[in-house]
């Protein structure tokens, strides 16, 4: 099974949908700026999410086609307004929205995308009890990644930082939104709610792993491969779990929250961070988050759909990027 291929077959109706759903009207240039995220592609792993979940559970991907769609616009909304809060410059190798149409159109932009998201999901030819469980929790889910990353913001201003919180942060920011898409394909398939229960963990404990090894990914991968600096975390003082173990066992960075650094200095921060077994145990931690969130999957019948869901956990901790 070539898993990028699979997505991409699901992925390519998703991009269809966000035109058909999101189509550019007055004004054109909101609009526009509104497509220009999703429009620039990406990994499409949560939408496809959505309609795994929905294949595994017997339905198909017509059923919930807008429900992926309305993922994904959630998602770059999130994005369109992290770069503005981050300063970041590029996204997906293009000038980030706010570069390109300043700040507060990006943020209408955003907000378009928030707001559409739910037009969309409201409009479903489905059951509307499941129509709305999925709109409650998708709802719940923005506002607790808006928690997640006050939390990621305030820790920029804390000393410490425990494992436990940085974890907290890590699940509200980024884990609840696969959670969210595993369980919204489950129910407007028609999977009986015990079921779309698991269907959340599962998406939660790979998200939580996704982002673990994304910090991973930061100081391991060569800046070629990565797109960006490497070493970023570092440097702006994150306060990643690979950091929280380093600074736990005394392990003293000098470029850490420097905002930059040469890089051989930057090369023994790493050599550091190895020595001490702090990129090891962010690596193994994010392992297990995998591992337990590929059990969560023990109550759905075998099926092709089930076998890509098990082989995107793997992903999380298996790509370059």
Same mark, same amino acid.
């Given at each position: ?7 991409k !077959?699901?992925?390519s109706?998703?991009?269809?949908g966000?035109s058909e759903m ?12 509104a497509?220009?995220?999703?429009d620039?592609?990406?990994k499409?792993l949560?939408?496809?999410a ?8 017997g339905?198909d991907?017509?059923?919930?086609? /807008?429900?992926a769609?309305a ?5 770059n909304?999130t ?6 809060m981050?300063?970041?410059d ?9 570069v390109?149409?300043?700040? /507060?159109?990006?943020?209408?932009a955003? *907000?378009t995308l928030?707001?559409?998201a739910?037009?969309i999901?409201t ?9 709305v !469980?999925c ?5 719940r889910?923005c506002?607790e990644?808006?928690e997640g990353?006050w939390?990621?913001?305030?820790f920029?201003d804390r ?8 974890l907290? @942060? ?7 939104l696969y959670?969210a898409a595993?369980?919204?394909?489950a129910?407007?398939g028609g999977?009986p709610?015990?079921i779309?229960d ?8 790979i998200?939580?792993g996704f982002?673990i090894?994304?910090d991973?990914?930061?100081?391991v991968? /060569?800046e070629?491969?990565?797109g960006k600096?490497?070493g970023? *975390?570092i440097?702006?003082g994150? !306060?990643?779990?690979?950091?929280i173990?380093?600074l ?5 960075l000098?470029i850490f929250g420097?905002?930059?650094a040469?890089k ?10 190895e020595?001490s077994?702090s990129?090891?145990?962010a690596?193994?931690?994010a392992? +297990?988050y995998i ?5 969560k999957l023990d109550v759905?019948e075998d +099926?092709e759909? !089930?076998?890509?869901l ?5 992903? @999380?901790?298996e790509?370059?990027?």
């Open positions: 099974m070539n898993l990028i291929e699979e997505i !077959k699901r992925s109706h998703v991009d269809e966000i999101l189509p550019i009207t007055h004004p054109a240039e909101l609009y526009k700026a497509r220009y995220l999703p620039a592609g990406g499409r949560r939408p496809a959505v309609i795994l979940a929905a294949e595994a559970v339905s991907l017509q059923t919930v086609l /807008p429900a769609v993922v994904e616009l959630v998602h909304f994005l369109v307004h992290d770069d503005i981050d300063k970041d590029v996204r997906r190798g293009r000038p980030a929205v706010h390109k149409w300043g700040e /507060p159109a990006a943020i209408l955003g *907000d928030y707001s559409k739910f037009e999901i409009s479903m030819d489905n059951d509307p009890v499941r129509i !469980k709109i409650d929790l998708l709802a889910t506002t990644i808006c990353q939390l990621d913001i305030e920029e000393s410490i930082v425990t494992e436990e919180q940085y907290q @942060m890590v699940e509200k920011k980024t884990a609840v959670g595993c369980k919204i394909g129910l407007l999977a709610l015990d779309a698991q269907m959340y963990e599962f998406g939660r404990m998200g939580i982002q090894y994304d991973v990914l930061d100081i991968t /060569p070629e491969v990565l600096v490497r970023s *975390d440097m702006e994150k !306060k990643t779990l690979i950091a173990h380093a736990n066992a005394d392990v003293k000098d420097k905002g930059k040469s051989g200095q930057l090369e023994e921060a790493i050599k550091q961070l020595d077994g990129i090891e145990y690596r193994n931690t392992v +297990s591992c337990e969130g590929k059990k759905l +099926s759909a !089930k076998e890509i098990l082989a995107i956990a793997d992903y @999380m901790i790509r370059s990027h």
